[in-house]
């Protein structure tokens, strides 16, 4: 399986501003997708990023608050845009591996004061 | 719509003891993908087991087997010989044929006692 990295592990941020969470895979993937854990919550799909076009976002995420860039085939930011204290979450990157299943990355841990 | 079900919030297992969680899903689809995932306190997601709905044998990696019962639409996994180390959340996923989207349940807190 791939092997994924998410920078930072974790952050405390002030509302109002913003965070770019970065996701680095040791091999070149199609496809990868950003989750949010709430706390105490399951796992909900923010968006998917394909290389060389624009991601696409789930009902309820919209690019103006969760922009994503994906440069290359190995790499993708997420940003967290005027982060309010609801946007305290994990932030886990995955790409698709052997038999379609998708491998995490470690997470961000956000928390918004 | 389709759904992944887990109904047990917590769950307590004596170490050495095996464990059953449950997972039951919903689809239309003929043709999907479960998957069992750990999430230990560090927060990241670790794949422990898939399941295709065409397998006609239970899947088993290691200490992990699942528990696949189609009919009842069931995909429980069972953890042998528990160990400290599995105490964790335990996150029950689909993937439906033609998408890479996954649908996850609730997940099941799991608590193995010493």
């Known amino acids: 399986s791939a092997v994924i990295s998410q920078k930072p592990s974790r952050d405390i941020c002030q509302r109002g501003t913003s965070l770019t969470i970065q996701c680095q895979v040791d091999?070149?993937?199609?496809?990868m997708f950003w989750y949010r854990q709430q706390p105490g919550q399951s796992l909900t799909l923010i968006a998917t990023a394909n290389q060389g076009s624009e991601a696409t976002y789930e009902s309820g995420f919209v690019i103006d608050k969760f922009p994503i860039s994906r440069p290359n085939l190995t790499f993708s930011t997420l940003t967290v845009s005027n982060m309010s204290p609801e946007d305290s979450s994990i932030y886990l990157c995955?790409?698709?591996?052997?038999?379609?299943?998708?491998?995490f990355g470690p997470g961000t841990r956000l928390l918004v004061l | 719509a389709q759904k992944i079900t887990q109904t047990q919030p917590g769950m307590f297992v004596q170490e050495k003891e095996a464990v059953t969680l449950d997972c039951t899903y919903d689809?239309?689809?003929?043709?999907?993908?479960l998957f069992w995932y750990k999430q230990p306190s560090s927060g990241e997601m670790i794949f422990l087991i898939y399941?295709?709905?065409?397998?006609?044998q239970n899947a088993t990696e290691g200490r992990y087997s699942l528990n696949f019962q189609k009919a009842r639409k069931s995909a429980n996994l069972v953890i042998s010989a528990s160990q400290l180390g599995d105490s964790a959340m335990y996150f029950c996923a689909m993937r439906s044929s033609g998408t890479y989207k996954y649908i996850f349940g609730t997940g099941t807190r799991l608590k193995v006692l010493a």
């Open positions: 399941q295709g709905s065409y397998d006609e």
């Open positions: 091999s070149q993937v199609t496809m």
């Open positions: 689809t239309s689809d003929q043709s999907y993908g």
């Open positions: 995955s790409v698709v591996g052997e038999e379609e299943t998708q491998y």
